[in-house]
């Protein structure tokens, strides 16, 4: 398993039923994984928000697809313990494309959220020990353009 950063803590707030979606640039490059966990840790929200993780082929918005039926709730009593997703290939609604992304959307009135996202993924047979200043799998958390760097 190697662990990356979706998104560090960040403040995010609408009104009513707006969504925001995650910058293109901070999308992950998932390609040479089959199964991903990841852990959504709150630790404020001020009315109840929903996050999605989404995933697509390409970077076109309209292939974008939810991984889980009905996204995962925030509620606003907020948990030390993050919540844990579990999306393995043989087991997510939609199993891990190309890219990942979060989506977060309000439920009613003025809304905000303080999460970070950070990920797990399993790539059978993606041997990063013999590339040049290779971290292992327990070490650090890695980007995605270092991981895509290394796995060329």
């Not at 494309?97 to 790539?123: D, E, H, K, P, Q």
Request: glycine share 6%; proline share 5%; charged share 10%.
């Amino acid at each position: 398993m190697y662990s990356l950063v979706l998104q560090d803590w960040v403040t995010i707030s609408g009104v009513g039923t707006s969504s925001v979606i995650e910058t293109e640039q901070d999308w992950l490059d998932m390609t040479p994984f089959q199964d991903l966990v990841a852990w959504i840790d709150v630790r404020d929200a001020t009315s109840g928000t929903t996050i999605f993780l989404e995933t697509a082929p390409s970077r076109d918005d309209n292939l974008f697809v939810s991984m889980n039926t009905g996204g995962y709730a925030l509620n606003p009593i907020v948990s030390a313990t993050p919540l844990v997703a579990s999306l393995l290939m043989g087991q997510a609604t939609v199993p891990i494309a190309a890219l990942l992304r979060w989506r977060i959307a309000g439920v009613i009135g003025t809304w905000s959220t303080t999460f970070r996202i950070l990920v797990s993924g399993n790539a059978p047979g993606l041997d990063l020990s013999s590339a040049a200043q290779a971290p292992s799998p327990s070490s650090a958390m890695m980007s995605s353009s270092t991981l895509a760097s290394m796995s060329k």
